[in-house]
């Protein structure tokens, strides 16, 4: 996992040396907590995809369903303002 990607994970709280699926499902909880719906990932024939469905649709590709799981919930972090520019505004 990408030390960018791994760290910001760890800003909420999970724990990246989970094992994957222990790691998935925190993933899949924070992706709950900030009201966010997806399908499974699906694997294509170079990378892993998954797709939000809600609050918008975008899709999400990665080297492995983690990585998918986790650019899907860096996105809803971007949009609730918990990591970028607005993050820092008080």
Not at 20 to 33: N, P, W
Not at 50 to 63: A, D, I, K, N, T
Request: aromatic share 8%; charged share 20%; glycine share 8%.
């Amino acid at each position: 996992m990408p030390n960018d990607l791994a760290l910001t994970l760890a800003s909420v709280g999970i724990d990246i040396n989970l094992d994957e699926d222990d790691l998935i499902v925190a993933i899949k909880d924070a992706i709950a907590q900030r009201r966010g719906y997806c399908t499974e990932p699906e694997l294509g024939e170079i990378r892993y995809s998954l797709e939000l469905l809600y609050p918008e649709r975008q899709v999400f590709p990665g080297r492995t369903p983690v990585i998918a799981w986790a650019w899907c919930l860096v996105y809803l972090m971007g949009a609730a303002g918990q990591i970028g520019v607005g993050a820092y505004i008080h």
